[in-house]
């Protein structure tokens, strides 16, 4: 079992910043990629940014240059620093794993959100 822990979501203005935080834990042999996702009202849930293949990162474009994930890997932890905030990155925003547990399983694990609203 993984088990994922988000914080830092809230109420910012635009123009605001917000830093996310996910935390790891579980029965964790190895990350292969984690990341963030997001999901609006009435829309799919899409990338935002995730490290994959060591030191890889992807982003979508619409966060490109505002939007800087970063981690820790001793503390199996992920931040999405998030500046210059539009309204239209409300969201509820989700961290994603792909792990190796310690059985040698691969799986996928997510928390449970975190809501960011950028007001106007």
């Known amino acids: 079992q993984v088990q994922l822990v988000e914080s830092g979501g809230g109420l910012v203005q635009a123009g605001g910043s917000l830093r996310l935080s996910c935390v790891a834990s579980g029965s964790i042999f190895s990350i292969k990629a984690m990341g963030w996702y997001r999901q609006a009202p009435g829309k799919q849930r899409e990338l935002v940014a995730r490290?994959?293949?060591?030191?890889?990162?992807n982003y979508a474009d619409s966060v490109k240059g505002r939007f800087t994930i970063s981690r820790d890997n001793a503390k199996n932890t992920v931040y999405l620093q998030m500046n210059s905030l539009k309204p239209e990155d409300t969201a509820v925003y989700y961290c994603?794993?792909?792990?190796?547990?310690?059985?040698?399983?691969?799986?996928?694990?997510w928390g449970q959100g975190t809501q960011v609203t950028v007001s106007s």
């Open positions: 490290f994959t293949n060591g030191d890889s990162t």
């Open positions: 994603n794993a792909q792990a190796i547990t310690t059985v040698r399983a691969t799986i996928s694990a």
